[in-house]
């Protein structure tokens, strides 16, 4: 059977991308509303019932906004570090205690919270299973917590993904090299963000730091040191919308791509507003 993949959504917005295999159904992030990822996986015939597993990268509410309604709902066992399962605890509790109408039931207490969601518990660096796939985990460097990347090792290739990570180290690099298929962030233009009037300085320094996002050039720059002649297909992703233009992130790649020799690779961009085209592997 083959492997079908799908990039759900991603951008500052949220991220959600849907692997399937023989043995496996598995979300990598759920940073949609319960309603819309369900809308999402619909539009490939797929619901969230039946799904194997959540993989949490990290905190942040653009890959966690939808896990509550949905993991706890359809008891969807849900795999990340325990930092990161504390802090994700935290902001989604933060989240229900902040609007004005009063908590469902057992949301007044973290215990309870936690108690709601079947989590599988995994050390970042270590690697574990669901059905066929096996999945690799690697620290990478952004600020949340215990922020993870992945590698989703299936029959018919491997799944990396490298997305919210402030610059790459030899660990991520190392992790993703052996990728057929590959997510990786191109966040944004550094002009267009240095020059953005809608964005504090204080965010600006954020974004462009150590521990913020990949530029269109960094990941240009990471794409040269991770080629390899397996890797198939590389998806750009987590675009900004303000600081960054697809057809810009396209082209420095491209010229990258183009520069390297690597013409065996099919560039793809995943977009905030609509799922890619499912990939099969
Ligand atoms: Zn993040
Ligand atoms: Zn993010």
């Known amino acids: ?12 917005s949220g991220n959600c991308a849907y692997v399937e ?11 949609f509303s319960p309603l819309q990822i369900r809308k999402r996986l619909a539009t490939i015939g797929r619901t969230p019932e039946n799904l194997s597993g959540i993989l949490i990268t990290h905190e942040h509410s653009d890959h966690i906004a939808g896990l509550l309604g949905l993991a706890d709902k359809f008891q969807i ?3 990340c570090n325990r930092d990161t399962q504390d ?10 205690l902040s609007k004005k109408s009063s908590p469902p039931d057992g949301l007044d207490s973290t215990e309870h919270l936690k108690s709601k969601i079947n989590w599988q518990l995994f050390t970042t660096g270590a690697g574990f299973e669901i059905g066929d796939v096996s999945i690799e985990t690697f620290s990478i460097p952004h600020d949340a917590q215990d922020p993870v990347g992945f590698l989703l090792r299936t029959a018919r290739g491997n799944i990396g993904f490298a997305t ?18 590959l997510v990786l962030e191109s966040n944004h233009d550094v002009k267009m963000l240095q ?20 530029s269109n050039v960094a990941a240009a720059e990471a794409a040269a040191q991770i ?7 590389l998806y750009l992703a987590h675009l900004s919308r ?12 491209a010229e990258q791509l183009h520069h390297i020799g690597a013409t065996h690779v099919r560039l793809q961009l995943a977009a905030q507003d609509v799922p890619c085209e499912t990939l099969e592997l």
């Not at 059977?1 to 500052?12: P, R, W, Y």
């Not at 295999?21 to 940073?31: K, P, Y």
């Not at 802090?87 to 229900?96: R, S």
């Open 242 to 253: 303000e600081c960054n233009k697809p057809e810009l992130a396209e082209h420095v790649m």
């Open 77 to 79: 066992p849900v795999f």
């Open 1 to 12: 059977m083959s492997v079908k993949f799908t990039i759900l959504g991603s951008g500052s």
């Open 195 to 214: 020059d953005c009037p809608r964005r504090a300085w204080s965010l600006k320094q954020r974004i462009l730091g150590r521990h913020g996002h990949l």
């Open 164 to 181: 919210d990570l402030g610059h790459t180290t030899k660990l991520v690099l190392d992790r993703i090299r052996p990728a057929n298929v």
């Open 87 to 96: 802090a994700t605890v935290w902001a989604l509790k933060t989240k229900w």
């Open 21 to 31: 295999t023989a043995e496996a159904r598995i979300l990598v992030d759920a940073g």
């Open 227 to 233: 080629m390899s002649a397996g890797l198939h297909h």
